[in-house]
């Protein structure tokens, strides 16, 4: 028995998907705020916490609004 490779889809090789990307910079202010408190800082953690998540809401929504414009070009003719 012998199996056929499966076609690539071009659209996989555009790079990390917005929604990892900002999922890691969450993870890593997080680590980060970890690191502040075990130093000694002291942080507001629910004025922390509203600024992280509504940063994070914004970095999805423009990512995604981006990722849908590009998306919906026109694709160029290469000469």
């Known amino acids: ?10 659209d996989d090789t555009r790079g990390p998907r917005v929604s990892t990307v900002v999922w890691g910079l969450v993870v890593t202010a997080l680590g980060v705020g970890v690191i502040a408190l075990a130093t000694g800082s002291t942080i507001d953690v629910g004025l922390a916490a509203i600024v992280l998540l509504a940063g994070a809401g914004v970095a999805l929504l423009i990512g ?15 000469d």
């Open 64 to 78: 995604s609004l981006t990722a849908g414009m590009r998306r919906n070009r026109p694709p160029s003719s290469q």
């Open 1 to 10: 028995m012998t199996s056929t490779p499966i076609p690539q889809d071009p």
